[in-house]
């Protein structure tokens, strides 16, 4: 059964779920339909709509599993993740190539984003042979007192669409090689993508029941996650009023949970920074994967000095940026990664213009015939933008600028913290006074200096200040902290 308005070609892939090590249809037999962003009318991807039953079945297996997976040493559960490594790397171009005709990002970026899976990977398979605790002096001269890291058991895992590879590999990564089993319920837009990444670990021969996919509504499999007292952690990247209230459901069982969720992330550009490498850093974290960041561009504060040159610069730029189909070579700019999300910035940038914003340049379907059954906005900028404005205060996730003009740097970082978020922000300058100003002022989880805001490396942490986040950090070796428990050891012989 397909819950679905389109024909649907007998070719399009028919996704399982991936429960105790086989590939099995959702019990319901229902499945719903995935289009192309770029052409939304192409059916690329029949997904299971699974319900509560199905995920039952997954958590047990995660449980059954668990007790041998602990056993392991951190060197075995690491090299698992090394063969897995290798496997996404050798499907980079399939894996790319779903991920664009899923949810629009260009191929480049795709095959990047996978690259990065492998990579981030390979980080977590070395954790496996790395220090976990602290030897600590006992007052008692006859002990030895020391720390251990304990895995904490089954990890629901909810993902969003925007990095498919990425952030799920960022979150199942450590938890398998501490020594947790993992449920994953990927975001059912990028379906094809999740069965691709399961097929590599599944290939890459990790024990039955230690890894678990299963895809189906949020508020049926996401919420079952948060709920489900056999999950005993959760681990959640997306929107914050779906964090929320998946944070509130895990506390009120006492489950450990994790939230990364927004962004409104701003700019500054100050009176003495290089408006040509601020220009490029603002295009390429603000309107890059469509603006579908949760660390892009939104705001771009500018000091008075420089607006109107920097204002002229980003628009030479902004119009030329090439918008079309991700798997074509020239594109610059894909479509937005769903109805939903294409209806919701559209709504945006009528609100921006209603509230008395100017819009410059950009925020409509292109003209070419060819993309007008996709997706598709051309990158906007906006002018003359009021801190109240809900284009400078709302998080709009797509490939929209806010320019706002500021006296001076104090100004702006009074700006930059105006905000309910706090994920990232950037400065331009070449004042390091102003730098050290603004790292020190900023409350955000990532404060660059010189670099876009959208940038996020796998060895450091990430996370948000504020309503970004549940305050916890992932990747790099702090990701320790949400996938173990501490244990104290007192020993006497
Ligand atoms: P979303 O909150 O709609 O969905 C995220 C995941 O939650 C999906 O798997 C979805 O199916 C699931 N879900 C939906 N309803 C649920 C419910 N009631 N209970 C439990 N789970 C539910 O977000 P999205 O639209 O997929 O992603 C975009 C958002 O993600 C943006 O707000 C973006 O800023 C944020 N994001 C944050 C980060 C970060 O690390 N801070 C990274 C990427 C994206």
Known sequence: MVNSEYTVNPEIPSIDNYIGGEWKPPLSG??????????????????????????????ASAEA???????????????????????????????????????????????????????ILRYYAGEGMRPVGDVIPATDAEALMFTTRAPLGVVGVISPWNFPVAIPVWKMAPALVFGNTVVWKPAAETAITASLIMACFHEAGFPAGVMNMVI???????????????????????????????????????????LEMGGKNPIIIAADADLDLAVDATISGGLR??????????????????????????LEKVERLK???????????????????????????????????????????????????????????????MPKMAIAREEIFGPVLALIEVRDLDEAIELANDTEYGLSASLY?????????????????????????????????????????????????????????????????
């Open 429 to 493: 300058t070449s004042n390091l006074g102003y730098a050290l100003k603004f790292i020190q002022e900023t409350d955000a989880g990532l404060v660059r200096v010189n670099a876009e805001t959208a940038g996020v490396e796998l060895q450091a942490p990430f996370g948000g200040m504020k309503g970004s986040s549940s305050h916890s950090r992932e990747q790099g070796q702090a990701a320790i902290e949400f996938y173990t428990a501490v244990k104290t050891v007192f020993m006497k012989p």
């Open 216 to 258: 189906g509504e949020g508020a049926v499999i996401g919420q079952g996650i948060a709920e489900h007292p056999g999950i005993h952690a959760v681990t959640f990247t997306g929107s914050d009023t779906v964090g929320k209230r998946v944070g509130q459901i895990a506390l009120a069982r006492g489950a450990k949970y994790q």
């Open 30 to 59: 229902k499945r719903n339909a995935g289009c192309n962003p770029a052409r939304s009318s192409e059916i690329v991807s029949l997904s299971p709509d699974s319900e509560c039953d199905d995920l039952d079945v997954a958590v």
């Open 65 to 119: 599993a668990r007790y041998a997976w602990r056993k392991l040493t951190g060197a075995q559960r690491g090299a698992l993740l090394f063969k897995a490594a290798d496997l996404l790397e050798s499907r980079l171009e399939e894996i790319g190539r779903a991920m664009t005709c899923e949810m629009g990002k260009t191929l480049g970026e795709a095959k990047g984003e996978t690259a990065r899976g492998a990579a």
């Open 289 to 314: 994967s469509t603006g579908q960041k949760c660390t892009a561009t939104s705001r771009v504060i500018v000091v008075s000095d420089v607006y109107e040159s920097f204002r002229s610069k980003l």
């Open 323 to 385: 918008v079309g189909d991700g798997l074509n070579a020239e594109t610059w700019l894909g479509p937005c990664a769903s109805r939903k999300q294409y209806e919701t910035v559209l709504d945006y940038i009528r609100k921006g213009k209603e509230e008395g914003a100017e819009l410059l340049v950009g925020g409509e379907q292109p003209d070419d015939p060819e993309l007008a059954d996709g997706y598709f906005i051309t990158p906007a900028v906006f002018d003359q933008v």
